[in-house]
């Protein structure tokens, strides 16, 4: 009898000699695909320096600005909220190139180096989460909406609040002159501050738009209304040597202090509660000590005017003057002070009412305890009697 061929042994050799063809096809892709892409990394930029030994300089010019820029802007930012104005040193006829002290010119420098790295090599690499105890999916908030809203607060509005510093501090007085530049730089301010929006509002949170734009948006106004920056700084000398030097520095130190545990987390340094206690630390303190300083120039200011040297204002008043429109962004300060005062009061009030309320109970549970007590004695006295 002939032996017939076993079958399944032929479907296996089948399937094992397609298997390890497709596999092989497989590896080839891979090899293919792995091979495209390390062609396309490394590329070169520009026709003359590699893209991987680009990003990894570009990369370590960016975390070393960024921490500098975090450290300084933490300095300036107290220096300017202990001492306010006091500090500073008027322009010279007008002259801006030098009147900003050399590390607060370092700052502006170390953050707009930061972001404008972050800009052209990593803008596709931003981060698409945060870190908070709510889920983004919890906040109704995508991934992509959270990329665009990283990318606005941490690279487009860096570049705002440092360019415009920068800008008078390097170019030369006849442009700072000229109306039609200024004009132009006011516009540039408005389009930057449509383009956070358009970023942000994903996160449905309007307060960032406050906090990111509305202080540019006034600056903006008054250089169309002074006609040119030289003219506008002429009128409010401290203006850029103290309120947008502290604005900055306040909104740059809140953004600089979030990404660098975002950074910190993403390594593995750090874990997620303690990213979000520094966080949730840091960015509260920050935000009570500025809003304090603003409501205390805003309301030591009994002879508000709109004016640069109005009759009526001291020599101390005069210091803390803006311009008519970057009013209302003092004044917001003002109403947010006001909402925190009364957070504050009512915390206290609960606390106090939540203490005196132990201390009466702990009171009566002792009384009644102690009356319980002097009970038990006058029974075991009175047992001895009836006994008798």
């Not at 370092?106 to 870190?131: E, M, P, R, Y």
């Not at 415009?164 to 501050?193: E, I």
């Not at 975002?262 to 809003?291: D, N």
Request: proline fraction near 4%; aromatic fraction near 12%.
């Amino acid at each position: 009898m002939k032996a017939e061929p076993d079958q399944s042994s032929a479907v296996d050799i089948s399937n094992h000699s397609s298997s390890s063809s497709s596999s092989a096809l497989h590896s080839q892709d891979a090899s293919k695909a792995g091979d495209s892409n390390v062609e396309a990394d490394d590329g070169l930029f520009l026709g003359c320096v590699r893209r991987k030994y680009l990003r990894s300089y570009a990369g370590l010019i960016h975390g070393v600005s960024s921490l500098l820029s975090l450290i300084l802007g933490n300095y300036i930012f107290f220096d300017a909220m202990v001492h306010g104005h006091s500090a500073t040193r008027l322009p010279v006829q007008g002259d801006l190139s030098n009147a900003l002290p050399f590390i607060t010119r370092f700052f502006f420098g170390c953050t707009l180096v930061a972001a404008s790295t972050t800009a052209i090599f990593f803008w596709d690499k931003v981060q698409n989460w945060q870190l908070a105890s709510t889920p983004l999916k919890q906040k109704g908030i995508t991934p992509q909406e959270m990329q665009r809203t990283n990318q606005g607060r941490g690279i487009v509005a860096m570049i705002l609040f440092s360019v415009y510093p920068c800008a008078t501090m390097v170019l030369p007085s006849q442009l700072l002159d000229d109306r039609m530049f200024s004009a132009a730089v006011a516009v540039g301010m408005v389009a930057a501050v449509v383009y956070i929006y358009k970023l942000c509002v994903g996160y449905k949170k309007p307060a960032l738009i406050y906090v990111y734009g509305l202080y540019f948006l006034g600056l903006a106004m008054s250089l169309v209304s002074f006609g040119s920056v030289s003219n506008l700084h002429a009128a409010y000398p401290l203006l850029l040597l103290y309120h947008i030097t502290s604005e900055c520095a306040f909104v740059i130190c809140c953004v600089q202090w979030g990404f660098l545990w975002y950074y910190a987390y993403s390594r593995r340094l750090i874990s997620k509660e303690t990213g979000q206690m520094l966080c949730k630390t840091y960015h509260p303190t920050l935000f009570t000590i500025m809003i304090v300083r603003r409501a205390y120039e805003f309301i030591s200011l009994h002879n508000w005017t709109f004016g640069a040297s109005d009759v009526g204002n001291s020599a101390e008043q005069e210091q803390y003057l803006v311009p008519a429109p970057m009013v209302p962004h003092a004044f917001v300060w003002v109403i947010i002070s006001a909402f925190l005062v009364s957070f504050l009061l009512k915390v206290f009030v609960r606390i106090g009412r939540s203490y005196l309320y132990s201390y009466i109970s702990a009171g009566k549970s002792e009384e009644a305890a102690w009356n319980e007590k002097e009970a038990t004695i006058s029974g075991d006295q009175a047992k001895p009697t009836e006994a008798s």
